[in-house]
């Protein structure tokens, strides 16, 4: 009924626009084109390929300038700084980002100024700066009544949650209180976002590693894992591989934790987190002291061993 209805309208609009010149509007090809290159560029992002969006993203901003689109200007400005962000090239982050916000000023887009806010904070974060960032976030998280949002969190804050949780660990401070606050958050949003839900399952993870409980812990790692193999997520994958590995080099299961760091490194060797894989692949050798040659030795065909259970206390 709605597609009838749609379809319906689309004819009369058609029928209007014949009858008021005989010339169908359509939007310019330079219009066309930098929306273009704006899809390309989200195409490429979801991949994670980084410098395809940086290409495609830029080529969009050259041609918004050219017909001083405003708007189309701020939004590549906002994905060029989410691109700078993934490499960590905080110079090109922090010179979008100040370029996006001269543009809200003299021009007021309420909607884009909370998503570069979150991006300030998420910049801030990345870089250690522990107070700016939680400051930062303040203003884009919901009130929340003991554990419970007070209204339904839309994507910003649910995203603001996510890395308010990511403080809370970083400071061992609250972290049980944030994770249940997440999980609440997310249980009553509208949204369906893989990406949410298997952050929330690695932050229950941590905080099952902090509580002795390496099964569950190693579980809940798994079922994130899937969620981003299922939707083709090169950085989710490469960032859980990892993740499980230091659940197995805590275990001091080292042949697992080199096989969990060596499969990050292979899932998505253009990124920073091969980087971190390969130091803590070095601190694995140096703590079980076996050579790199001997952690590359193949298992001798035994099943691989679950993590070694430590007293809960």
């Given amino acids: 009924m709605i597609k009838r209805s749609l379809i319906f309208c689309l004819l009369c609009l058609n029928f209007v626009l014949i009858g008021c010149g005989g010339h169908i509007v359509s939007k310019p090809t330079v219009l066309l084109d930098a929306e273009n290159?704006?899809?390309?560029?989200?195409?490429?992002?979801?991949?994670?390929?980084?410098?395809q969006a940086?290409?495609?993203?830029?080529?969009?901003?050259?041609?918004?300038?050219?017909?001083?689109?405003q708007q189309g200007v701020l939004q590549s400005h906002i994905n060029l700084a989410e691109v700078a962000l993934s490499v960590r090239d905080y110079q090109a982050s922090q010179r979008h980002l100040d370029q996006a916000t001269a543009i809200i000023r003299t021009k007021p887009l309420s909607p884009y100024q909370q998503r570069i806010a979150l991006l300030?904070?998420?910049?801030?974060?990345?870089?250690?700066?522990?107070?700016?960032?939680?400051?930062?976030?303040?203003?884009?998280?919901?009130?929340?009544?003991?554990s419970t949002p007070a209204t339904i969190p839309d994507a910003i804050q649910m995203s603001a949650i996510a890395n308010r949780t990511r403080i809370a660990f970083m400071n061992n401070q609250d972290e049980a209180l944030w994770v249940l606050r997440y999980a609440k958050a997310l249980k009553i949003s509208d949204i369906?976002?893989?990406?949410?839900?298997?952050?929330?399952?690695?932050?229950?993870?941590g905080l099952l590693q902090s509580q002795g409980d390496y099964d569950t812990s190693e579980a809940k790692l798994q079922q994130a894992?899937?969620?981003?193999?299922?939707?083709?997520?090169?950085?989710?994958i490469a960032v859980t591989?990892?993740?499980?590995?230091?659940?197995?080099?805590?275990?001091?299961?080292?042949?697992?934790?080199?096989?969990?760091?060596?499969?990050?490194?292979?899932?998505?060797?253009?990124?920073?987190?091969?980087?971190?894989s390969r130091s803590a692949l070095l601190r694995?050798?140096?703590?079980?002291?076996?050579s790199s040659a001997a952690l590359s030795t193949p298992h001798s065909g035994r099943a691989r061993s679950k993590p070694m259970r430590s007293s809960s206390d």
């Fill in 54 to 69: 940086e290409r495609f993203f830029a080529k969009a901003l050259s041609l918004y300038q050219g017909i001083d689109d």
């Fill in 120 to 146: 300030y904070a998420l910049q801030a974060l990345q870089q250690k700066h522990i107070f700016q960032a939680e400051h930062l976030l303040l203003s884009l998280l919901p009130v929340f009544h003991n």
């Fill in 284 to 290: 694995t050798s140096r703590a079980s002291g076996l």
């Fill in 192 to 205: 369906k976002d893989y990406d949410l839900e298997a952050r929330l399952l690695r932050f229950q993870s």
């Fill in 225 to 236: 894992l899937a969620l981003y193999k299922n939707n083709f997520s090169r950085t989710g």
């Fill in 37 to 51: 290159y704006t899809n390309e560029g989200m195409q490429a992002f979801a991949e994670s390929n980084w410098q």
């Fill in 241 to 276: 591989l990892f993740e499980l590995g230091l659940l197995y080099r805590h275990q001091a299961q080292w042949r697992d934790a080199r096989d969990y760091f060596n499969r990050s490194i292979a899932v998505s060797p253009s990124s920073r987190n091969p980087a971190r």
